[in-house]
């Protein structure tokens, strides 16, 4: 039980991390968000978005972090 708890904190702190990073970027004007490829709509009583750019982006960049990562610890 230990290792789950232990596994736990860490995903928490990661997901704070994350968090605090996604604030900052936003306060410096790094255009998350905005990106090309984000699809948003504005009718007159319902709006819709989704970030497809965006989620492209985080993915590719977590992808490459954590295979650096693992390359690190072989």
């Keep these: 039980m230990s290792e789950i708890g232990k596994t736990l904190i860490a995903a928490g702190l990661a997901l704070a991390l994350i968090g605090a990073l996604l604030l900052i970027a936003g306060r410096i004007g790094l255009p ?3 990106l090309p490829g984000d699809f948003s709509y504005r009718g007159k009583r319902v709006s819709f978005f ?3 750019g ?3 982006l985080i993915s590719v ?12 610890h072989r």
């Excluded at 954590?66 to 690190?72: E, F, N, P, V």
């Design 32 to 34: 998350l968000g905005r």
């Design 54 to 56: 965006t989620s492209i």
């Design 50 to 52: 989704f970030p497809l």
């Design 61 to 72: 960049v977590l992808s490459l972090l954590l295979y650096l990562i693992s390359r690190m």
